[in-house]
């Protein structure tokens, strides 16, 4: 069998062209069927705000065939050509599951949420009964890859966009976020960020405001927060632990002195972020005690420090991808061990099947059956380890595998025409054992 990625990036296209072939879930329900009935073996298609990639198991490359074919299912021809897609197959297919599960093929390197939306693909697909044995493996060995690339390495660690960065200091002065006060100034997309980040960490009240009411209210709908006027949110600001700024204006939003005036009557530190360009709060604050100040600067030094480790993780993400190749390449050919381990079972019972009745005569009638199982088990654990090496590879390369199955029907005289089944015929087997299971 073929395996074959085809997939839309922020390598190959722009948003305005990605967003044309973007699936949601229903529409990922509805083709997967569709994928199958073409006699397309097994599917699995996720989509994201960057990417779009179906994998699927063919007897035959086809490649133009399945590229049509997605951009049929979003009616997207006139938006998204043939060159907007990519392909990938076989082992180059597998490795770049592996780069994409490990955040290293994201826009943002290192992105923690690719893992999440990848596995909800998959599960899309096993609730639709597409995925089989070859892509359950090849997903859960990218789920493995994904896991020990954020859990070895620091790929993942750290604030790499400055909305992010500023809610992840807070946290850092804050312990318990779920009984602190977030006022975010500002309802643009800076600010948007800012407040889902703070809403991801648990931040107990979210205050929004900003010039324009409405908008500050659909921002409000779409966080989770509360809506206060622009014109006096000064009189709240004795009850914020946290203000972040964002917004376009020609003087400071807070001076040194209002500032002043707040902390008198505070005893906990103010956390005040500055993402405003020109800057909205006056910088003498960050002099005042028990003031913590950072402006778009302070953070976009942290956001490259983080990105700095996250490029040096590369290597060691990398050598695990390489690894985890490894170990579904000797499990691809397990496979092709299946027809031989099958055939010298065979051959070994036929054997023995035939010494018994022949000898049969030498014993007792109603010792058969202990006859029976006396050689059955000599004949099990005679096989046992060299089926074991066969099928596992004790840590073997593949073409070292091949060899080793290539000894074996050499040695123990297998007939290679009838006996060699193929992994194509094996798949098909073990499809059918899952299932029915």
């Not at 060159?83 to 290293?104: I, M």
């Not at 007939?415 to 015929?425: A, K, P, Q, V, W």
């Amino acid at each position: 069998m073929n395996l074959l990625c085809i997939g839309i990036s922020h390598h190959t296209a722009p948003i305005e062209v990605r967003e044309k072939l973007w699936f949601s879930d229903d529409e990922i329900i509805a083709s997967l069927p569709h994928l199958t009935d073409a006699s397309y073996g097994e599917a699995v298609l996720f989509s994201t705000c960057n990417r779009t990639e179906l994998y699927v198991l063919t007897e035959t490359a086809r490649t133009e065939e399945l590229k049509q074919l997605l951009i049929g299912r979003k009616s997207a021809a006139a938006t998204v050509h043939m060159q907007h897609l990519f392909v990938h197959t076989d082992r180059s297919a597998v490795e770049h599951l592996f780069r994409v599960a490990a955040g290293v093929d994201s826009m943002i390197l290192g992105d923690v949420q690719i893992l999440s939306q990848i596995k909800h693909g998959y599960k899309l697909a096993q609730r639709q009964g597409t995925v089989g044995p070859v892509l359950n493996k090849l997903f859960q060995s990218a789920f493995h890859a994904g896991k020990r690339a954020r859990t070895e390495t620091a790929i993942g660690e750290g604030a790499i966009s400055v909305s992010y960065a500023a809610v992840e200091l807070a946290g850092r002065i804050f312990d318990h976020m779920a009984k602190k006060t977030a006022l975010v100034v500002g309802a643009g997309e800076m600010a948007e960020l800012t407040a889902k980040h703070l809403r991801g960490k648990d931040i107990g009240r979210l205050w929004i405001t900003n010039r324009t009411k409405e908008r500050a209210e659909n921002l409000s709908m779409r966080v989770g927060g509360s809506v206060i006027p622009f014109d006096s949110f000064h009189q709240y600001l004795p009850e914020v632990d946290i203000l972040i700024s964002s917004i376009e204006a020609d003087r400071f939003v807070l001076t040194v002195d209002d500032v002043r005036r707040i902390v008198k009557h505070r005893e906990a530190p103010l956390f005040l972020i500055d993402i405003g360009v020109p800057r909205n709060l006056d910088p003498a604050a960050k002099n005042l005690e028990n003031v913590f100040l950072y402006d778009i600067d302070s953070l976009q030094h942290i956001v490259d420090e983080n990105l700095h480790k996250r490029s040096a993780a590369l290597p060691l993400v990398t050598t695990i991808i390489k690894e985890e190749l490894a170990e579904f390449d000797r499990w691809q050919m397990s496979l092709a061990a299946n027809p031989t381990i099958s055939e010298l079972i065979e051959k070994a019972e036929h054997i023995r099947q035939e010494e018994v009745e022949n000898n049969l005569n030498r014993f007792e009638r109603r010792d058969k059956e202990l006859i029976d199982l006396v050689t059955k088990r000599i004949v099990n654990k005679i096989l046992h380890t060299p089926i074991v090496n066969l099928k596992n590879g004790q840590g073997s390369a593949p073409q070292s595998i091949i060899q080793k199955i290539a000894l074996v029907r050499s040695l123990f005289g297998l007939d290679s025409t009838n006996g060699s089944r193929g992994m194509n015929e094996e798949h098909s087997r073990e499809k059918d054992r899952t299932n029915d299971g």
